[in-house]
């Protein structure tokens, strides 16, 4: 083994702090220096980020508009804008890759890299780093900082990044972990939520350390062997994942789009002409990857929440078929008389093929509706999405098309490792 290369992996995690109310403050002088909230793009009420002043007067990400105003009546409330957000996301990137080939987006706001083997060339893991922070400063804006996490693996490098926030670098080793574990939170590791939190809460387990201790049986009989497992090598710090670069093709599973209304909607053909947009949406991605799916999920978040999954024999690629597929189903759900109103719509799409495995319908050896549906795509790529749109949706609201801020969908970030300005 070359002897200039570290025994150990050296991973970064590089997280951005409170990124989108960073770069608002950062394009806009006046906001500077001030709390100020960011709110959900097609919503007044929630604030999905909030900068570092109105974070110190206890407004956190997730409070309702009308709580921080209680808190600081002075607070600027400012739209999300993602397109921005996901532009200096790319130049970020361009950034990182300079120094390994090893760059994962993780999400719009955070990446790992893995330095173990260009380390060297760069006169060290530290010296990487500054040379990062400064470059964020002259390229993105002297406004941004990045908080850095740096360990042996992903999942301590992630925890390593938020304990010195914000413009900190934290390093977590075999020596420090057990000091760490002591004082985190079981939320802080990815992967554990509050529902798991509370599940570990009841076994007796509130910090990492119990974790370590308890009988992996009891873990089994609580988690499955599956989340167990997880939970017993996070206790001990260990993960073996590696960072996938974002240039890497990645299969995609399946492909979805969640719309929150921006109000509690208790018209049900409001409700409908919502879905069939998602359905559109769903079926625009689908074909821009050359794939159909077989089956189609749909969950609805109002006064009574509604789930439904199912699968069908034949693929499908058009809104109108994703909206035919779940209609009988959700047009009961709409008219059983216990939904008032829906908030929440999520459609997705999955069982996918690539189309160059599926056989043509014998129905429709014209290529009349594939031709139809190719034109309509091409209008709708040149004009915008939904320029061409069904009858049904007139008169309805056009919902827009944007990247979706958490990268959550692999659709978008197959998109970015093919983006031309992002340089692979
Ligand atoms: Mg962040």
Avoid at 76 to 93: G, M, N, Q, R, T
Avoid at 252 to 257: D, L
């Amino acid at each position: 083994m070359d002897k200039s290369l570290p025994d150990q992996k050296i991973i970064l995690h590089i997280d951005f702090d409170s990124f989108f109310a960073s770069v608002e403050q950062q394009y806009n002088f006046s906001l500077r220096g001030k709390p100020i909230g960011v709110l959900a793009a097609n919503s007044r009420s929630c604030i999905i980020a909030s900068s570092r002043e109105a974070k110190r007067l206890g407004i956190k990400t997730g409070a309702r508009s009308f709580e921080a105003k209680q808190i600081c009546p002075s607070i600027a409330l400012v739209p999300a804008d993602f397109i921005k957000y996901f532009e200096i996301s790319k130049k970020f990137l361009n950034i990182c890759k300079d120094y390994s080939p090893f760059v994962e987006l993780f999400s719009i706001d955070e990446v790992f890299m893995d330095i173990t083997k260009t380390v060297h060339l760069f006169d060290g893991t530290h010296r990487i780093i500054s040379k990062i922070k400064s470059r964020i400063k002259q390229e993105i804006g002297e406004y941004i900082t990045a908080s850095i996490g740096i360990s042996h693996n992903k999942l301590l490098a992630k925890m390593a990044s938020s304990i010195n926030k914000p413009d900190g670098v934290y390093k977590i080793t075999q020596n420090n972990l057990d000091e760490v574990f002591r004082d985190a939170k079981l939320t802080d590791v990815c992967g554990v939520g509050e529902r798991i939190k509370i599940r570990l809460n009841k076994l007796g387990i509130y910090n990492l350390l119990q974790l370590r201790s308890v009988p992996y049986y009891s873990l089994v009989s609580e988690f499955g062997n599956v989340e167990a497992e997880f939970l017993k090598n996070v206790s001990f710090g260990h993960d073996e994942s590696s960072v996938i670069p974002y240039t890497t093709y990645q299969q995609v599973k399946s492909v979805g789009r969640s719309y929150c209304l921006p109000k509690n909607e208790y018209n049900k053909r409001v409700v409908l002409q919502n879905i069939y947009e998602l359905c559109e949406e769903v079926s625009i991605k689908l074909r821009k990857l050359n794939k159909r799916g077989r089956t189609v999920g749909i969950s609805l978040r109002g006064n009574v929440d509604f789930n439904y999954r199912k699968t069908f024999k034949d693929y499908f690629d058009t809104g109108k078929e994703i909206y035919h597929n779940l209609y009988s189903h959700l047009y009961s759900h709409l008219s059983s008389g216990n939904t008032d109103y829906i908030r929440q719509i999520s459609v997705w799409v999955a069982n996918l093929e690539d189309n160059q495995n599926l056989q043509l319908s014998l129905f429709d050896s014209s290529g009349k509706k594939e031709r139809l549906i190719k034109t309509v795509d091409l209008i709708n790529e040149r004009f915008g999405d939904h320029t061409i749109r069904n009858g049904f949706l007139l008169y309805a609201d056009k919902l827009t098309t944007v990247p979706n801020g958490y990268l959550a969908d692999r659709y978008e970030r197959l998109k970015l490792a093919h983006d031309p300005d992002v340089i692979c």
